[in-house]
């Protein structure tokens, strides 16, 4: 039955995958929470659990292949196949390109796309077996129109965005979609660790909230319904398509 699905949502300990984890499980989906952050994930799985959902927590290090491997197991062995995956674990620091060296783009590019390519590749065979699957890449508005002080992070939230383009091309026929969500400044403790962690942080943040239509930064709560309606059994003939959730920071004609 389709409310029995089981969804596997990276980034989940906190903030947007939080959201989408909880959104996922009110939605009847069986809910796999995976994070580096252990302690984070077994909260987010003990909150559904709260709520008469069922989850799982599952520590996983997008960076290491055979993590995202065992974890994908560990899933499929609890609580079944993996229908639904939803990338949202990211990581960016407020930068000058000029300033950057190749240790940190690699880092951001590990985390930011490589992570995304791996679960993708751990997950999407399974859902071509059986006919059905949802996948939805969380990516960024800096992606679609570059944001100061991100050039390698908006590069690889771009680069998401063009592979999830071509990977829903690839399985159009097999039964799944390929989605993604961009949202703009969003109010999630990463935001408030880059903010902290540059001493031109605040202004940034002020001039981010600034050049958003509706003059505030966003919600985590208010990312996650956009995921659930990718995610859903409705959603079967929108594919490709690249969804942003900015108060209009963006607005593609």
């Known amino acids: 039955m389709s409310g029995e699905r089981v969804a596997l949502v ?3 300990a906190s903030g947007i995958g939080r959201e989408v984890c909880l959104a996922l499980a009110a939605a009847g989906r069986r809910v796999a929470v995976a994070d580096i952050n252990s302690s984070g994930a077994d909260e987010t799985a003990a909150l559904i ?3 008469e959902g069922e989850a799982l927590a599952v520590a996983m290090d997008i960076t290491d292949s055979d993590s995202v491997i065992q974890g994908c197991l560990a899933v499929a062995d609890e609580l079944g196949p993996i229908d639904i995956l939803v990338n949202v674990a990211g990581w960016d620091k407020f930068m000058r390109f000029v300033d950057t060296d190749e240790e940190f783009w690699d880092h951001i590019i590990e985390i930011n796309y490589k992570g995304m390519l791996r679960t993708t ?4 065979p399974t859902m071509i077996e059986r006919g059905w699957g949802r996948v939805i890449n969380i ?3 800096a992606g679609r129109v570059g944001s100061s002080l991100e050039a390698v992070y908006s590069g690889a939230k ?3 965005i063009a592979f999830s383009k071509t990977l829903a091309r690839e399985v159009a026929r097999k039964g799944i979609t390929v989605n993604v969500v961009c949202p703009g400044p969003t109010d999630t403790p990463l935001l408030g ?4 962690a540059n001493e031109d942080g605040e202004r940034v943040i002020g001039a981010m909230a600034n050049a958003v239509p509706m003059k505030r930064v966003g919600q985590p709560e208010e990312v996650a319904p956009a995921v659930v309606y990718f995610a859903s059994e409705g959603a079967s003939f929108t ?3 690249t969804l942003s959730v900015s108060g209009g920071l963006t ?3």
Do not use: N, Y
């Not at 590749?121 to 999407?124: F, L, N």
């Not at 660790?193 to 902290?196: D, F, Q, T």
């Open 251 to 253: 607005m593609a004609g």
């Open 139 to 141: 990516a960024s508005d």
């Open 121 to 124: 590749h751990a997950c999407v």
């Open 239 to 241: 594919t490709g398509q």
């Open 10 to 12: 990276t980034g989940g």
């Open 49 to 51: 659990s709260g709520t």
């Open 193 to 196: 660790e880059i903010v902290g």
């Open 158 to 160: 771009g680069g998401t």
